[in-house]
């Protein structure tokens, strides 16, 4: 299985970008790579997903490196709602696609 | 669009007690899943179900955890005896029939916490 590795936790201060990076090195040439996100008391959010090329939606951007081995996902505006654990999550296609979940990365923000 | 339904939301038992959890999926969702999250961890899948059939099941506890969808729909997770160990969050989520596509996103539930004393 593809693991992955990504800080513990990130601080930011309310209105400006957020970088959050992720590493997996281990990922198939075929993992899609999953974010979601999980606020407080709550189920886990889907965020973004991508295979090779950057990706922008409505929530985020994910940027994927050209050797696929590390992405970051971006948050252009972070407000206080934002505060969460973001996972990063390479998608298994050969195994009943499954996610494969790590500790994430807790996201504090700032006012 | 109504969401993934769990109940309860909270749930308190004594060890060797038993308990079920119940969820009910988005509707037209074919793939369900629970999931076991302890408090600092990821979620831990517990058992995939494909529409009434187990996809995959190999991280659930037999001995003591059990898992039915009947008619496909909706499910429910029964824990008997309860443990200690037990304690934490059950996530159940469910997603469109898994194809080729790249999507698959799973949609949540707001879990059941379980606390076992």
């Known amino acids: 299985d593809a693991k992955t590795t990504q800080p513990n936790s990130m601080e930011s201060n309310e209105e400006e970008p957020v970088h959050l990076p992720c590493n997996h090195s281990t990922i198939s040439g075929t993992d899609y790579i999953h974010w979601y996100r999980q606020l407080p008391s709550q189920g886990p959010e889907y965020v973004i997903h991508?295979?090779?090329?950057?990706v922008n939606n409505r929530m985020a951007s994910l940027a994927i490196a050209e050797d696929r081995k590390s992405s970051t996902l971006i948050l252009h505006r972070a407000t206080l709602r934002d505060a969460a654990v973001y996972y990063c999550i390479p998608r298994r296609m050969d195994s009943n696609y499954q996610l494969i979940w790590g500790a994430g990365t807790k996201l504090i923000i700032k006012p | 669009e109504a969401g993934v339904a769990q109940s309860p939301r909270y749930k308190i038992i004594e060890k060797r007690q038993s308990v079920a959890f119940w969820c009910n999926p988005i509707?037209?969702?074919?793939?369900l899943y629970w999931y076991q999250q302890i408090l600092g961890q990821g979620p831990k899948l517990l058992i995939q179900f494909q529409n009434n059939g187990v996809v995959d099941d190999s991280q659930l506890p037999k001995d003591r955890f059990s898992a039915e969808r009947l008619k496909g729909v909706d499910s429910t997770l029964k824990i008997q005896p309860a443990k200690l160990e037990d304690s934490a969050v059950y996530l159940c989520?469910?997603?469109?029939?898994?194809?080729?596509?790249?999507?698959?996103?799973?949609?949540f539930g707001p879990g059941t916490r379980l606390t076992v004393l």
């Open positions: 509707s037209g969702h074919a793939t």
């Open positions: 989520a469910s997603s469109l029939v898994r194809s080729g596509t790249s999507g698959g996103q799973q949609y």
């Open positions: 991508g295979l090779t090329s950057n």
